[in-house]
């Protein structure tokens, strides 16, 4: 990511803070105001998403550098490290959220109906989730950025949450008023929803986990079509975010000299990078080819 780059997404998430930061005081303060248990889980649901951009401001920061003597690799994994503190963020927020709301399901049932109030701010809120969810998967899609991947995830989650939220209360006024508990709930289960995603890539991300075989079958056909390649006897690829590192052996001919050898590897580790944006290295070993057979 170039400077430039950074600077926009960094802005991006400024923008996100903020918006998040006025939800999370608007919920809360209205939730408590008018009795909604809904919106009062909505509301610590935003409170999240501004621990979830405070955490992105400083993480892209440090995974956007370039890498140094201690992290030759780069930083980017430290987007990988936020990504798991995310999930499990949110499984706990969740935990916390489910409970109070089964509680009350079973325990205060006859209490009164949220104010009308609440309606039209979990209104409000929606529309302004809709917007933070289209803002963020466009950037995500501008940069392909795992981090802005995961905050427009989570944008869309909310827009489910407060859209639950949102009918809960409606139907509160009508007299059904447990469905401010469940509305609470349902909130807490879109979040372990999102928190399973979030753990589960985030683990391919610091795992080194291979890409999809899509991924591999069309760098391996690459590597075949270059000259002077006879076979492919190993290829391994492994992700680092949302980018590739390529050690791949190739079989030349055992007629070759070393410098002929060499620039065929070097033909290959430079075409493949060039081909594959998202590859960042491409290390190539050569073995001789004999009779069939490599050694």
């Known amino acids: 990511m170039?400077?430039?780059?950074?600077?926009?997404?960094?802005?991006?998430v400024f923008i996100g803070l903020i918006l998040n930061i006025v939800l999370t005081i608007t919920k809360l303060g209205f939730g408590y105001f008018g009795g909604s248990q809904a919106l009062i889980s909505d509301g610590y649901n935003s409170f999240s998403d501004v621990f979830m951009s405070v955490m992105i401001f400083f993480v892209i920061r440090i995974a956007t550098k370039k890498p140094d003597k201690n992290h030759p690799y780069g930083h980017q994994k430290y987007e990988g490290i936020l990504y798991f503190t995310l999930g499990i963020l949110f499984i706990l927020t969740a935990g916390i959220l489910a409970y109070q709301a089964i509680t009350s399901i079973i325990n205060d049932v006859d209490r009164e109906a949220p104010m009308r109030i609440t309606v039209y701010v979990s209104a409000v809120t929606l529309l302004i989730k809709i917007f933070?969810?289209?803002?963020?998967?466009?950037?995500?899609?501008n940069?392909?950025?795992?981090?802005?991947?995961?905050?427009?995830?989570?944008?869309?989650?909310?827009?489910?949450?407060?859209?639950?939220?949102?009918?809960?209360?409606?139907?509160?006024?009508?007299?059904?008023v447990i469905f401010d508990a469940?509305?609470?709930?349902?909130?807490?289960?879109f979040?372990?929803?999102?928190?399973?995603?979030?753990?589960?890539?985030?683990?391919?991300?610091?795992?080194?986990?291979?890409?999809?075989?899509?991924?591999?079958?069309?760098?391996?056909?690459?590597?075949?079509?270059?000259?002077?390649?006879?076979?492919?006897?190993?290829l391994k690829i492994r992700r680092h975010m949302t980018e590739y590192?390529?050690?791949?052996?190739?079989?030349?001919?055992?007629?070759?000299?070393?410098?002929?050898?060499h620039q065929i590897a070097e033909k290959v580790h430079i075409g493949i990078e060039k081909k594959f944006p998202k590859v960042i290295h491409c290390m190539v070993h050569v073995n001789p080819y004999i009779n069939g057979d490599d050694a």
């Open 132 to 141: 933070l969810a289209y803002f963020y998967f466009k950037l995500s899609r």
């Open 2 to 12: 170039t400077k430039e780059s950074r600077k926009k997404v960094v802005n991006a």
């Open 143 to 176: 940069y392909q950025n795992p981090t802005l991947r995961a905050e427009a995830k989570n944008h869309l989650i909310d827009v489910w949450s407060t859209t639950a939220t949102l009918i809960g209360l409606v139907l509160t006024q009508f007299g059904f």
């Open 182 to 189: 469940i509305a609470a709930l349902i909130v807490a289960l």
């Open 191 to 234: 979040i372990v929803r999102l928190a399973i995603q979030i753990l589960i890539e985030a683990i391919s991300f610091l795992v080194d986990e291979s890409p999809i075989q899509t991924v591999f079958d069309n760098i391996a056909k690459a590597i075949h079509e270059f000259s002077g390649v006879i076979a492919i006897d190993d």
């Open 245 to 261: 590192y390529v050690d791949v052996e190739i079989a030349v001919s055992a007629e070759c000299s070393l410098v002929e050898a």
